[in-house]
């Protein structure tokens, strides 16, 4: 099985600034990776798929780079509405499709 | 718009079973392939469960294997998961998922609880 490690856990950003947030697989997923934002009482909604597509609608001011075991999801400059949890997935070795714990951006 | 539908959640003691659903629209339903995910209230995302569009796959978290059955009927449109022998650690919002070959899970219903008390 195949585990995802996200960093940090929380993140404490001001609106208006860039937040990076770092997921690492156990091993090589090469670009099948996933994004997902989630919101408090909301389902999972998917941001980024491929490592670097964004999905449809999603804004530009999101972007994922990576390949391999390291990926970035980088928010470019954080709006009232992006404060929520951010989950990578990898989609390459399955079963089991694995999650990352989370991390949480929280307003500074 | 496509929109996925969960029912069936609620309260069941402990060794009980509970039947989900997933009403599915606004895609043709029988092209993709689905997924159950599950979460702990407050914690992370768990994959439980996976159904090929045609049916003929499933494959099942090593947690609930043999206890839960994931399956479906592209007639109705819906997607079902059958869950047997139920534990405390069971207890989350299940959701199901669409998944796009190569490109993740795009869709997700608004979940459904399951809590597992006696």
């Known amino acids: 099985e195949i585990v995802m490690t996200q960093s940090p856990a929380t993140l404490s950003v001001s609106p208006g600034e860039r937040a990076t947030l770092s997921c690492r697989a156990s091993?090589?997923?090469?670009?099948?990776l996933a994004w997902y934002q989630q919101k408090p009482g909301q389902a999972p909604r998917l941001l980024i798929y491929g490592a670097s597509t964004r999905a449809t609608g999603i804004p530009a001011r999101f972007s994922g780079s990576g390949s391999g075991t390291e990926f970035t999801l980088t928010i470019s400059s954080l709006q009232s509405e992006d404060f929520a949890v951010y989950y990578c997935q990898q989609y390459n070795n399955w079963p089991p499709w694995t999650f990352g714990q989370g991390t949480k951006v929280e307003i500074k | 718009q496509v929109q996925l539908v969960e029912s069936g959640g609620g309260v069941v003691q402990p060794g009980g079973s509970l039947r989900l659903s997933c009403g599915a629209s606004g895609f043709t339903f029988s092209d993709y392939d689905m997924h159950w995910v599950r979460q702990d209230p407050g914690k992370g995302l768990e994959w439980v469960a996976f159904i090929r569009n045609d049916g003929r796959n499933e494959y099942y978290a090593d947690s609930v294997k043999g206890r839960f059955t994931v399956s479906r009927d592209n007639s109705r449109n819906a997607l079902y998961l059958q869950m047997n022998s139920l534990r405390a650690e069971d207890t989350a919002v299940y959701y199901c998922?669409?998944?796009?070959?190569?490109?993740?899970?795009?869709?997700w219903g608004q979940g459904t609880l399951v809590t597992v008390s006696s």
């Open positions: 998922a669409k998944d796009v070959r190569l490109q993740g899970f795009d869709y």
């Open positions: 091993q090589s997923v090469r670009s099948n």
